[in-house]
């Protein structure tokens, strides 16, 4: 019984000594100048390759592009929409109607009216 009291008392301790670690807060990121994973150099109407994840690129001139495949063709760099920076999959986009975004995990997002209510949805379908 000793011995039990014991390792209880020293998990009790070790668990007070312990830290816990601090939560990363969201940076806040509201347009495309603090988005990552933005390609440099893209050119408009060239061939891409992911239209789900990390779409976003800037041509040679700084227009802003990303990749979709319009009707299931070959994917290519459109211009973008106004984009909203980061944000997150199913949240209210109101204020942002018609707005593209990007998830923290790189998702293509856009503002889409889901029963009445604007919300981030993918932006690939």
């Not at 109407?45 to 994840?53: I, K, L, Q, V, W």
Request: glycine share 14%; hydrophobic share 40%; with cysteine.
């Amino acid at each position: 019984m000793k011995m039990r009291v014991l390792a209880v008392t020293g998990a009790l301790a070790a668990a007070l000594f312990t830290g816990v670690p601090a939560a990363a807060e969201p940076v806040g990121c509201d347009g495309p100048d603090c988005t990552p994973g933005i390609a440099a150099g893209v050119v408009l109407g060239a061939p891409c390759r992911d239209t789900a994840h990390f779409v976003f690129g800037t041509t040679s001139w700084g227009r802003l592009v990303f990749c979709g495949s319009p009707r299931r063709y070959e994917p290519r760099y459109f211009r973008s929409p106004s984009m909203a920076g980061v944000k997150e999959f199913g949240v209210s986009c109101a204020g942002y109607e018609n707005w593209v975004a990007q998830a923290p995990d790189g998702l293509f997002l856009a503002c889409q009216s889901k029963n009445g209510a604007p919300l981030w949805g993918r932006g690939d379908v």
